[in-house]
């Protein structure tokens, strides 16, 4: 059975440029090391998500786009797929985009966010359009954080356009600052059920990158079509997980089912 190897990460959490571009670049390359051909960095990973306490201070486009020309580098050098969280800013505001670099350290495309969390609002904007992408031999899509937990349909369309893989960067803490101390435990936030059952209902894998931290709430994991975990980094530590995923168990099987013919509202 054809294997594709691919990593999540849990970096720190940090609010500026200076913190971000060497926490994503070592990431990339424990990922290499590990021989992942895929990677994924935590949502807005570059600066810093701004629903965090501390202060986030603006930033450019033009410091932006040099910050990731140096993590392009480090995927370049460690020769993986690299899907970095970055905010953008546009007139209109900052958008929330997970850019991905492939293993040549060239941009491949990215998606931006287009379902903001209520509490996001003050500081980030919706973007369009959805996509799916292929390197190192897998077909992937994106759904950030809010679009996995919560819109289902993203997830399903990924997997009907294909996604062997959906990858899902995020920022969750817990509502009491404690730290979960067992993957999908009753107790825990949600988060981690709700990314479950995009895995079963698609029958496709879920890969989640989440900042560590003391009040981290949900894993960077991933998940199995089945619904069952494969491998996880520990709460609460900076650290990258990777493990081969077997691509004929990624089949879509169960979103192709769906039928919406049959689904109509009557009225």
């Keep these: 059975m054809a ?93 929330i985009r997970s850019i991905v670099i492939g293993a040549n350290g060239e941009a491949l495309g990215y998606q931006t966010k287009t379902q903001i969390d209520p509490s996001e609002e003050p500081n980030y904007i919706p973007g369009s359009g959805r996509r799916v992408f292929t390197a190192a031999g897998l077909t992937f899509g994106i759904a950030i954080c809010h679009e996995a937990f919560r819109y289902p349909e993203i997830s399903r369309a990924l997997a009907l356009a294909g996604a062997q893989v959906i990858f899902v960067p995020h920022y969750v803490t817990t509502d009491d600052g404690s730290l979960p101390r067992e993957w999908c435990a009753p107790g825990n936030p949600y988060n981690e059920k709700a990314l479950m059952c995009r895995a079963l209902e698609n029958t496709v894998y879920v890969a989640t990158s989440n900042t560590a931290g003391a009040d981290q709430g949900s894993a960077s994991c991933i998940v199995a079509p089945g619904g069952t975990l494969v491998a996880r980094v520990d709460y609460g530590v900076v650290g990258v997980v990777a493990a081969d995923i077997e691509l004929e168990r990624a089949d879509a099987r169960l979103a192709r089912r769906w039928a919406p013919e049959r689904n109509r509202m009557m009225i």
């Design 3 to 95: 294997t594709v190897r691919i990593a999540v990460a849990s970096t720190p959490l940090t609010a500026t440029l200076d913190e971000a571009v060497p926490a994503a670049v070592t990431a990339i390359e424990a990922a290499g090391r590990q021989g992942a051909a895929i990677v994924c960095l935590p949502e807005t990973g570059l600066p810093g998500h701004r629903g965090q306490a501390r202060v986030v201070p603006d930033v450019t486009a033009a410091a932006l786009d040099a910050a990731v020309r140096v993590v392009a580098d480090a995927a370049r050098r460690a020769g993986v797929v690299a899907i970095v969280g970055l905010e953008f800013p546009t007139s209109g505001g900052r958008e």
